[in-house]
């Protein structure tokens, strides 16, 4: 059904109007002249057609038809109110939606996770992998994605853009070719795959060497699983954590993202 057009300004000038009995006083209240509040109690009895004040040598009195309204107006207020509030409680909530990449969470984000609810033992998480989920759908708080840049999100690079040539030895050969980081043209491709898991995967099994990012395989070079074929080089891609604006402003998201990224 479509809802009436509410003068709601008019509205609440008229409460406050009403609460005083002088629209001087809720002038001051408004932080507006008396005038303004004047021009907006006329403009209501214009929309609604009905007389709200009458002048008396007392001062102002409510007429019946604004007796008759006031009280009901002033529960609407009440649950303005307790909506706003709601919707700050959602805000200041401890239970955070995020979606990132399976490869990205185990090798990187897991860790400062941990250490984040450590000292908010309160946090929930609600984890998907699907780090290009649509926000509103999915109802994300945040996703970290592999990209150049947040385009029209609001974001913040979590590490720096590296890429690494790995392999599970220096004697492997073929390559494995994947769409972010293909494979050099005219490489023996020996497998395709569709996302970085996969790639992790398949250099770790030894099927052959391939491109990733630096923050993936930092810990299986460490540990000697995998080879750096060369030097990391810089790339232009990175994982951003990113959100639609009004998600960015949230104060729960400004603490995960400050812990995130060191700020």
Known sequence: ?????????????????????SFTRAADELA????????????LEDVLGVVLFRR???????????????????????????????????????KYAIAAPREFYAQWLAPRIAAFRAGH???TIQLTADENADFTEANLDLAIR??????ELEGARLV??????????????????????????????VLTVGNAGQVLSS???????????????????????????GEPEDCRRAYWLVAPRPQWRQKKVKALVAHLTGT
């Open 1 to 21: 059904m479509k809802r009436t057009h509410l003068p709601l300004n008019a509205l609440r000038v008229f409460d406050a109007a009403a609460r005083h009995l």
């Open 56 to 94: 008396t040598s007392r001062g102002l009195e409510l007429t019946d038809e604004a007796e008759a309204g006031l009280d009901p107006l002033r529960d609407g207020f009440l649950k303005f109110e307790e909506s706003v509030q709601a919707m700050q409680a959602g805000q200041a909530s401890s």
């Open 121 to 123: 033992p309160e946090v």
């Open 146 to 151: 592999l990209v150049e840049g947040p385009d």
């Open 160 to 189: 720096g853009g590296c890429k690494v040539c790995v392999a599970a030895a220096q004697d492997v050969t073929g390559w494995i070719d994947w769409p972010t980081y293909e494979a050099p043209e005219g490489a023996d491709v």
């Open 32 to 43: 507006v002249t008396p005038a303004a509040v004047g021009q907006q109690i006329r403009a």
């Open 203 to 229: 250099a770790l099994a030894g099927i052959g060497r391939a491109w990733l990012p630096l923050p993936l395989v930092e810990e299986a070079l460490a540990d000697g699983r995998l080879v750096a074929l």
